[in-house]
Structure formats: structure tokens, C-alpha cells
């Protein structure tokens, strides 16, 4: 069994800036992939970015030059460092991680960007 905790949401000014945390603890096992997808109010689930085998990343169009996915391999966390943050940019933000083929999901944290 993986528990994803994420943390660092919070409510920031449009042009601002956070880093969001995912730690990732169980025993005897290697993580692949990890993600962070978001879910606003009324829309579905998207995936923000990615980072496989701790080198490969990828983001979606609408967080590219902002966002910056990266992963520390000997804590077993993955980070969003959210740059230049949009009202637009709202939403519950969740980690995901597959182990073994297997999906796992933290509980979320809020982001709220707005003046």
C-alpha cells in the first residue's frame, strides 16, 4: 500500500508563485511515474505534469514555461513549483502515483488564485 500526502496549496495573488509537495510512504516499492492532475469546480480531472523515472517530464499546454515538475528519488516526493499562478489556475490539485501497475492518489490540496 503507497499514501500520497500532498501539501502547499494555499490562496495566492494572480502572478505569484507556489511549490506544492507530494510524499510518497509504504514499503517495497519503486515508483515508476508520478503525477499532479487538478479538478476545478465543474470540470473534469486534467493532468498538469508528469515526471517518469525521475528524468522525463511532461505538462500540458496551459502550465508550459510556468510549471516545473521535478522529484527527489531518496525522499520519495515529487514537487510542482507553480510559477506566474492564474485565476484560471484554481482548482484541488492531487498527486498520483503508479506503483506496479497500480494507481494511487493523495487527498488534494487547494489552490486559490485571485486578489
Known amino acids: 500500500q503507497v499514501h500520497l500526502a500532498e501539501s502547499g496549496g494555499g490562496l495566492v495573488q494572480p502572478g505569484g508563485s507556489l511549490r506544492l509537495s507530494c510524499a510518497a510512504s509504504?514499503?517495497?516499492?519503486?515508483?515508476?511515474?508520478m503525477d499532479w492532475y487538478r479538478q476545478a469546480p465543474g470540470k473534469r480531472r486534467e493532468l498538469v505534469a508528469g515526471i517518469a523515472s525521475g528524468v522525463v517530464t511532461t505538462y500540458a499546454d496551459s502550465v508550459k514555461g510556468r510549471f516545473t515538475i521535478s522529484r527527489d528519488n531518496a525522499k520519495n516526493t515529487v514537487y510542482l513549483q507553480m510559477n506566474s499562478l492564474k485565476p484560471e489556475d484554481t482548482a484541488v490539485y492531487y498527486c498520483?502515483?503508479?506503483?506496479?501497475?497500480?494507481?494511487?492518489w493523495g487527498q488534494g490540496t487547494q489552490v486559490t488564485v485571485s486578489s
Open positions: 509504504g514499503s517495497g516499492f519503486s515508483i515508476n511515474v
Open positions: 498520483n502515483a503508479l506503483v506496479a501497475g497500480a494507481n494511487y
